[in-house]
């Protein structure tokens, strides 16, 4: 069975501040990977895709960025946290481009 | 753009009833998944539905790619199906999801 893990839990980082998220898929091989975010009262945005290692699609501009070092594995990144970064970060993944996408527990972060 | 509109934004049924709720979008959609948010947060899948209608229990979801909208059924209502549920639609011309604003169910005595 596919497993998928998130790091950390939750984060209180200053603005400013350098922030990796990271994401693990175990039992699958090749997954597609995706990162959302949902500010506090807002509403789920899908952040990034990656369908091969190495390769990562942009879909919304926040500053973020995301690496795809391992086949099994999502960093989402900044080098600068800004206050509207807070919110909660959720990884999904799926087989291929036509199947249900199946999401990772998140990381609740706070930026003061 | 690719947008969902989801209704109603919260719903209260008694025991044993049922209701339904509705996403609406802008663009013709590829696929629709509806969710239940989890107590931390994280979402739970419910169905998955390129075309047609799945039903699972007392649920049932139907998607309609022609004329752009989804609906979850609950029938016969229980305490434990009170949460938040979200559609999320797949678009057909990118890798883009776009997900519902929410639906909070609360189910009453």
């Known amino acids: 069975a596919q497993t998928i893990h998130q790091w950390p839990v939750a984060e209180i980082k200053a603005v400013g501040s350098p922030l990796s998220l990271g994401c693990t898929i175990k039992?699958?091989?090749?997954?597609?990977l995706y990162w959302y975010w949902q500010a506090t009262g807002g509403t789920l945005q899908q952040l990034f895709y990656?369908?091969?290692?190495?390769?990562v699609e942009s879909v919304v501009q926040l500053n973020l960025s995301a690496s795809r070092p391992k086949d099994d594995q999502f960093i989402l990144s900044t080098e600068k946290l800004l206050l509207s970064h807070s919110g909660f970060y959720l990884c999904?993944?799926?087989?291929?481009?036509?199947?249900?996408?199946?999401f990772g527990p998140g990381t609740r972060l706070t930026v003061l | 753009g690719d947008q969902v509109e989801q209704s109603p934004s919260a719903l209260s049924l008694h025991e044993g009833t049922g209701s339904a709720l509705r996403c609406n979008f802008t663009?013709?959609?590829?696929?629709v998944q509806w969710f239940r948010k989890n107590s931390r947060g994280s979402l739970i899948n419910l169905f998955y539905?390129?075309?047609g209608t799945k039903e699972n229990g007392r649920l049932k979801s139907a998607f309609d790619s022609k004329e752009r909208y989804s609906t979850l059924h609950i029938r016969d209502a229980q305490l434990e199906d009170s949460g938040t549920y979200f559609c999320?639609?797949?678009?057909?011309?990118?890798?883009?999801?776009?997900f519902g604003t929410g639906t909070r169910l609360q189910v009453l005595p």
């Open positions: 999904a993944w799926r087989d291929y481009n036509y199947a249900e996408q199946f």
């Open positions: 039992g699958k091989s090749s997954p597609n």
């Open positions: 990656s369908i091969t290692v190495g390769q």
């Open positions: 663009t013709t959609m590829r696929a």
């Open positions: 539905l390129a075309s």
């Open positions: 999320a639609a797949e678009s057909s011309n990118t890798n883009k999801v776009v």
